[in-house]
């Protein structure tokens, strides 16, 4: 029995209703009134959705379990590892770098603004470096290999990512005065959107979702994040307001005429998940091997995907740039 209460209570927990159920079950609706209450409501449309999204698959016919098959199965493993280091990891940056803290912020609307426009800078740097330095690539591809798109994917990561992500978020947020309780309230409105631009064909077909695209990140700008398509590989890095990824040049829209080719540049098998958890640092680990002398050896760690010591680099920026120049022949 005891087997059942557990996978009852991690279902609970998985589609975040704890709340809600507890607050059924005392008749204590007052709680709905506060912040934490607020959340208890949001928390579920994620999986919801995902829940949506699968059953319209089922009914067009277009579901296949390879889809959501290795998305689910590193979920389960992150869920018993990962979510534990990470609030750790929040707590300890937070312990030891409040004091540092540049300048005071409270929960007025317009901290909030500044919160959120430096959060997202925290993310740009963070999720940038995801890409262009080929150790944290390695972290960060587990969630590039799905070659389709659906709300699964959003917990398709490598253990480590969320912790080492949620050390340099955090870290940044607070020395720039983003007080505690308001980097809570950005990380959950944050992390319930960035799960929702995850949102696949099946369910929102055209992900721009009107004028919102003119101003905000929408699922569109994300699939884009998601191509291998020379054209839209690394850009778009933002989660929310893309205005870092403007400021930085690697804004990219959805183009028409280009038919999304979701994935990760190199031959591999997004069924495997050996290849999707360990592949890229099996990579670098070969490259490293091989390069001479220790200097190569340590740029491989350094240097972005595709740098390579013989000079014959294949990096996304020279991968688009001989796109971009066969365009114009
Ligand atoms: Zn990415
Ligand atoms: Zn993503």
Request: glycine share 8%.
């Given at each position: 029995?005891?087997f059942?209460?557990?996978?009852?209570?991690?279902?609970?927990?998985?589609?975040?209703?704890?709340q809600?159920?507890e607050?059924?079950?005392?008749?204590?609706?007052?709680?709905?009134?506060?912040?934490?209450?607020?959340?208890s409501?949001?928390?579920p449309?994620?999986?919801f959705?995902?829940?949506l999204?699968?059953?319209?698959a089922?009914?067009y016919?277009k579901?296949?379990?390879?889809?959501?098959?290795?998305?689910?199965?590193?979920?389960?493993?992150?869920?018993?590892?990962?979510r534990?280091?990470s609030i750790?990891?929040?707590?300890?940056?937070i312990?030891?770098l409040?004091?540092?803290?540049?300048?005071?912020?409270?929960l007025?609307?317009?901290?909030?603004?500044?919160?959120y426009?430096?959060w997202?800078?925290?993310?740009f740097?963070?999720?940038?470096?995801?890409h262009?330095?080929?150790?944290?690539w390695c972290?960060?591809s587990?969630?590039?290999?799905?070659q389709?798109?659906?709300?699964?994917v959003?917990?398709?990561?490598?253990?480590?990512?969320?912790?080492?992500?949620?050390?340099?978020?955090?870290?940044i947020?607070?020395?720039?005065?983003?007080?505690?309780?308001?980097l809570?309230?950005?990380?959950?409105?944050?992390?319930?959107?960035?799960?929702?631009?995850?949102v696949?064909?099946?369910?929102?077909?055209?992900g721009?979702?009107?004028f919102?695209?003119?101003?905000?990140?929408?699922?569109?700008?994300?699939?884009?994040?998601h191509?291998?398509?020379?054209?839209?590989?690394?850009?778009?890095?933002?989660?929310?307001?893309n205005?870092?990824?403007?400021v930085?040049?690697?804004f990219?829209?959805?183009?028409?005429?280009?038919?999304?080719?979701?994935?990760?540049?190199?031959?591999?098998?997004?069924?495997?998940?050996?290849?999707?958890?360990f592949?890229?640092?099996?990579?670098?680990?070969?490259?490293?091997?091989?390069?001479?002398?220790?200097?190569s050896?340590?740029l491989?760690?350094v240097?972005?995907?595709?740098?390579?010591?013989?000079?014959d680099h294949?990096?996304a920026?020279?991968?688009?740039?001989?796109?971009?120049?066969?365009?114009?022949h």
């Open positions: 029995m005891a059942f209460e557990t996978l009852y209570q991690e279902l609970i927990g998985f589609l975040g209703i704890g809600l159920i607050m059924y079950q005392t008749g204590n609706y007052k709680a709905l009134l506060t912040l934490n209450g607020i959340f409501v949001i928390s449309v994620i999986p959705l995902l829940l999204e699968i059953v319209r089922l009914v016919k579901f296949k379990i390879e889809d959501y098959k290795m998305p689910f199965l590193i979920f389960v493993i992150n869920r018993f590892i990962s534990f280091i750790a990891a929040v707590a300890f940056c312990g030891v409040e004091k540092y803290a540049l300048i005071g912020t409270t007025k609307w317009y901290w909030f603004i500044y919160g426009v430096v997202e800078f925290s993310h740097i963070y999720h940038y470096f995801g262009k330095v080929r150790l944290f972290l960060h587990t969630h590039h290999a799905p389709t798109m659906n709300l699964s959003t917990y398709a990561h490598f253990f480590l990512e969320a912790p080492y992500a949620d050390v340099i978020r955090t870290s947020c607070i020395l720039l005065g983003v007080n505690p309780p308001l809570f309230i950005i990380m959950f409105i944050d992390g319930t959107w960035g799960s929702f631009i995850h696949g064909e099946n369910l929102i077909k055209d721009r979702l009107g919102l695209n003119r101003i905000v990140l929408t699922p569109s700008h994300h699939r884009v994040h191509a291998k398509n020379p054209l839209y590989m690394d850009t778009n890095f933002c989660n929310l307001l205005i870092w990824d403007k930085f040049g690697t990219q829209q959805e183009k028409k005429d280009m038919v999304i080719e979701y994935g990760i540049s190199r031959e591999m098998n997004p069924g495997n998940f050996w290849d999707v958890y592949g890229e640092l099996y990579c670098l680990w070969k490259d490293i091997r091989k390069a001479p002398g220790i200097k050896k340590l491989y760690i240097m972005p995907p595709g740098w390579s010591h013989t000079g294949k990096t920026k020279l991968v688009k740039q001989a796109f971009l120049q066969q365009e114009q």
